[in-house]
């Protein structure tokens, strides 16, 4: 648990930093514009690796602190101690000078998702005949959550790998995704 908290935490430091220094609105282009990017292929890999140099340099990452910021394309790369691209913060678009993530988001969500909605889309991964009413209902809450910013929900799905960040500062069924943050 401690392991998964360290980069939260940076997380919302970073996002502080990030929402603190971002003055201004960014307003991408034309959707037609825009090419969709996937942070599968960097997921797993080396700093070094090939696909993770050309993701980096394709997409105008900066590096700060063990983080590489793809602000053009809403991705955040963390790479661990071993240099390994061991989490991607996917942004709806409202963080800071981050843009819109145009990619495909994990298991069918949407960044217009509500809290409601994305629970009952991870419900349906989880539903079969084997499980109790109460089991089925339970299939799409959450391991973990907090606040660990104060101003961001955050809902940890570990049998996911990914942690969903709200833009409300508790758990408020009708807030909308700030981040999605994918882990290996």
Excluded at 16 to 41: F, K, M, Q, R
Excluded at 99 to 104: A, D, I, L, P, S
Aim: charged share 20%; aromatic share 12%.
């Amino acid at each position: 648990m401690n392991a998964l908290f360290k980069p939260l935490g940076i997380f919302a430091v970073l996002s502080l930093l990030i929402s603190a220094c971002g003055g201004h609105n960014v307003h991408a282009g034309p959707a037609d514009s825009v090419t969709a990017i996937s942070y599968e292929i960097v997921m797993g890999k080396s700093l070094s690796d090939k696909d993770v140099v050309d993701f980096i340099a394709s997409n105008n990452c900066s590096p700060a602190a063990e983080y590489q910021l793809c602000k053009d394309v809403g991705i955040a790369l963390w790479i661990d101690a071993s240099q390994i691209v061991n989490m991607v913060y996917l942004y709806a678009g409202n963080a800071g000078d981050f843009r819109r993530y145009r990619g495909q988001l994990p298991f069918g969500q949407s960044f217009y998702d509500p809290m409601w909605r994305v629970e009952e889309k991870l419900r349906d991964l989880n539903t079969d005949d084997s499980l109790s009413l109460q089991e089925a209902w339970q299939a799409g809450l959450p391991d973990e959550e907090g606040s660990p910013d104060h101003m961001h929900y955050w809902a940890m799905y570990k049998r996911f790998g990914m942690t969903v960040i709200y833009n409300s500062p508790g758990n408020d069924e009708d807030a909308y995704i700030y981040a999605i943050v994918v882990s290996k």
